[in-house]
């Protein structure tokens, strides 16, 4: 089971963390990603992060404003997210691979087989 934490407002420039909780399993063999969708749009990949965290692939479109990180021990994956803009308003969602044999990134949502439930981030200009 995967519980994302709440979202919330911000103005553009501001800063938010999501974490998202996993239970019931091992996070240290999921690999993780954020993906987001926005009224009207599809679902868009934001970010993955491996097993051990020691690779992650962030979606151009946020490039060097989010990133993403976790913690094994405490299993969490976070998802921060810096200089925010109007665009970047959407639910967000984690989501976790447990078909993995490599523990490499995976971009691909059809890959992910466990989805939180989505929170809400709203971005004012």
């Known amino acids: 089971q995967l519980q994302a934490s709440e979202g919330g407002s911000v103005q553009a420039g501001g800063s938010l963390r999501l974490s998202c909780t996993v239970s019931g399993r091992t996070l240290s063999r999921l690999v993780m990603g954020w993906f987001r969708q926005a009224p009207g749009k599809e679902r868009e990949f934001v970010a993955t992060?491996?097993?051990?965290?020691?690779?992650?692939y962030i979606a151009d479109s946020v490039k060097g404003r989010f990133l993403i990180s976790r913690d094994n021990a405490k299993n969490m994956v976070y998802l921060q997210m810096n200089s925010l803009k109007p665009e970047d308003t959407a639910v967000y969602y984690c989501?976790?691979?447990?078909?993995?044999?490599?523990?490499?990134?995976?971009?691909?949502?059809?890959?992910?087989?466990?989805w939180g439930q989505g929170t809400q981030v709203t971005v004012s200009s």
């Open positions: 992060i491996s097993w051990g965290g020691t690779n992650s």
């Open positions: 989501a976790a691979d447990t078909n993995s044999v490599s523990g490499a990134v995976q971009r691909t949502a059809r890959y992910y087989d466990y």
